[in-house]
């Protein structure tokens, strides 16, 4: 039996209404660092399914001249990343930027509007082209037309099934944070609070640890502070196709840009991709095994990943800089955390600020940006515990990246009506 639809606009199928941060005084530092999540359009697009991680929050006077939404919103973004969803995990705030879908679940749930939003991404973003800047109104998000299933049954049997594959995710998801936060408050506890493994052999007669003056503050006696370009065999930013955006491809060699670099992780969502040919001309901007990646312009500068080996040969775009190593006495892996650390991200953050014209990191800051040198067994037994965490997060990343596929399949048939779905009526 076929299945019967009709047709709704967004706002006849529930309550839809603008972030507010339209009038805020941008620069205004007493709006931030409260206990409200502020949700922006990156956020949106590095969620899977739920919005739970963020990286700004507002104050109670931020949050006086916004909005608090309610956790299960679905979100949706109408400017800069265009038709991107996720539902919140948490409340929170968001700017004008982002539009907020609370649903009538007598006619559908959130999930089954994430996953349509989904399906017809490409034609919100296609109306959404301007001369200027890509902008999707509410106006024209009213314009779009909803096929909902008139049975209802059939809404949540489509949502379940989609939501079983972005579950499963999900999970994977939480064990990727863990092995993060555990490799993390390791190199807090040694490189940063000093209590490393044999850290009991360098106090004094008080039981004091034993530090010394460095250029990053006092360190453990024996320990030293080098610049980062005296244990690297390259380091540079990479390089646009000719064509730009007209040559990138649907499989091939991937091209990865500061939209896919986040802290320790990569984002495949948009990941672009170029043929054999355009690879050839960016022969000197290879990203091999073990690159740590580093954004070096716009809002995204700092941030700072190693590319999972199963994306590898990949090449880099201009606003990413590579950074191969070729000593062992660091690691990928310690300059990665070191890179991303409180202390590490605010000198970043400073000498990229403090260009003349925008955000900016050059070749000459990365070379000399300076990294503590902990003795060489240190380092080892940390890159011994964290390599493995490495590992099992690709591991994750892969299983993720092959969950993903086989949803994104199944998606347009399921919203289609191509594929007919078993209900169970009480």
């Not at 408050?185 to 008080?206: C, G, I, Q, T």
């Not at 495949?268 to 954004?295: G, M, Y």
């Not at 716009?298 to 950074?323: E, F, K, L, M, W």
């Not at 199944?410 to 009526?425: A, D, F, M, R």
């Amino acid at each position: 039996m076929a299945w019967e639809f009709k047709e709704f606009n967004l706002d006849e199928l529930g309550f839809l209404g603008r972030g507010k941060s339209k009038h805020r005084p941008r620069n205004d530092p007493s709006l931030y660092g409260g206990d409200y999540p502020f949700v922006q359009t990156g956020d949106v697009k590095a969620a899977n399914l739920y919005v739970n991680n963020f990286e700004q929050s507002y104050s109670k006077k931020g949050l006086a001249q916004s909005k608090l939404w309610e956790k299960e919103t679905l979100v949706i973004t109408i400017a800069a990343n265009i038709a991107e969803t996720a539902v919140l995990g948490l409340d929170a705030c968001f700017p004008d930027s982002v539009v907020g879908f609370i649903p009538n679940e007598e006619l559908v749930d959130v999930y089954f509007i994430k996953y349509y939003i989904d399906f017809i991404k490409r034609e919100m973003q296609s109306i959404s082209q301007g001369t200027t800047q890509d902008n999707l109104s509410l106006d024209k998000l009213r314009t779009f037309k909803f096929k909902i299933p008139k049975d209802r049954a059939k809404v949540s049997k489509i949502s379940e099934t989609l939501l079983n594959y972005d579950n499963l995710i999900e999970n994977n998801n939480r064990r990727i944070t863990i092995l993060e936060d555990m490799a993390q408050s390791l190199y807090r506890e040694w490189f940063v609070n000093f209590r490393y493994p044999s850290h009991k052999d360098n106090l004094d007669a008080d039981g004091n640890p034993k530090l010394v003056d460095s250029p990053l503050g006092q360190i453990p006696e024996g320990w030293e502070v080098g610049e980062l370009k005296s244990f690297c065999s390259k380091i540079g930013s990479g390089a646009t196709p000719r064509g730009g955006k007209g040559a990138y491809k649907k499989e091939g060699i991937p091209l990865i840009r500061s939209m896919n670099i986040y802290d320790s992780t990569l984002i495949t969502k948009d990941l672009a991709f170029i043929d054999d040919e355009q690879a050839a001309r960016l022969k000197n901007v290879i990203v091999e095994p073990d690159d740590v990646l580093l954004n070096i312009t716009g809002a995204s500068v700092a941030r700072c990943s190693i590319v999972p080996s199963a994306y590898t040969p990949a090449r880099v775009n201009q606003h990413v800089a590579i950074i191969r190593l070729n000593s062992e006495r660091l690691s990928p892996e310690y300059v990665m955390y070191t890179l991303i650390s409180k202390n590490g991200k605010a000198r970043l953050l400073s000498t990229a600020q403090g260009g003349a014209t925008r955000e900016a990191l050059t070749k000459t800051d990365i070379e000399k940006f300076q990294v503590v040198l902990p003795p060489s067994e240190v380092v080892d037994k940390f890159n011994s515990f964290v390599k493995d965490a490495v590992k099992q997060k690709e591991v994750l990343f892969l299983k993720n990246e092959n969950l993903k596929n086989q949803r994104d399949m199944l998606l347009p048939k399921l919203i289609s009506g191509q594929i007919e779905l078993e209900c169970h009526y009480v």
